[in-house]
């Protein structure tokens, strides 16, 4: 990876995935795109308007740039996308395609996330195997399966060098997810500072796999700069660092914020997604394969979550003064 293109930069992965390259590659190396303008992303390197469901513009983009490494970080998640099933199949496998094209016409590596969605009812739940029955009931893990098999295809047919982690629910503190079943993982964190309370819509019950941003991060670049000699999926990876219900977080926010009260008012959509999804992932494959190894868990992420949200907002108010 010498000159790289993140397109949807401005969402959840994009906004700390851009940085995080800039540090490693080089500020004017790494290529910052979104549909919106993005200001923080614009001070410290590249910066373009760009729609990527526009395949002209991401191509005049990629030649202008002499890009190598395209990261399609375009997407919109599972319950969002349930409320709007056709935009969201237009915009995800859109945005997909067209970097699929231009990485095969620009000869480019491409890097596109799959998910924890891309299993459904009918997979293993818990330790989800690399390779098993992926038969989704969302929008969402139908694109993710689609373009996981197109992945597949592109590298067969074309000898595309394209890449996917399967992520499990990402937690971060720059930019909120939107629109996600796995999002509550996020909101309780900010809740618990601000009202010392939080109101979770998945059933206390339920284990999903979820990771830090710090290793999401580090796992994308670590898969990127693998041998690809030794890679046997381009599909897409599982990969796992901790597993836990609205009840097992709540109770280790509860260690350092005794007060912190947890109610729930369940959304049905949601509930029947984080249902449909796998308690655990198995990620021996990633482990193998490049070398895959967490460094977070949930007891050090909420240490380290709360630190910095309640950074965050005493910030903010100490603005508002
Ligand atoms: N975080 C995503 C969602 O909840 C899953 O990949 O939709």
Redesign the pocket.
Known sequence: MKKILIIGAGGQIGSEMVPFLRSIYGPSNVIATDVRECKSLAEDGPFEVLDALNATNMASVVARHHVDTIFNLVAL???VGERNPQMAWGVNMGALMNSLEVARQHHCALFTPS???AFGPSSPKDKTPQDTIMQPTTI?GICKVTGELLGNYYNHKYGLDTRSIR????ISNKTL?G?????YAVEIYYDAIKRGKYTCAVPRDVYMDMIYMPDALKAVVELMEADPAKLRHRNSFNIASMSFTPEIIAAEIKKHIPEFEMSYDIDPVKEE?ARSWPNSLDDTCAREEWGWQPDWNLERMTVDMLDAVRRKFEAEKAAAE
């Open positions: 998640l599972s319950a998910s924890i969605g969402y992520f499990p629910g990402i997810p629109g996600g079943t796995t999002d997604i």
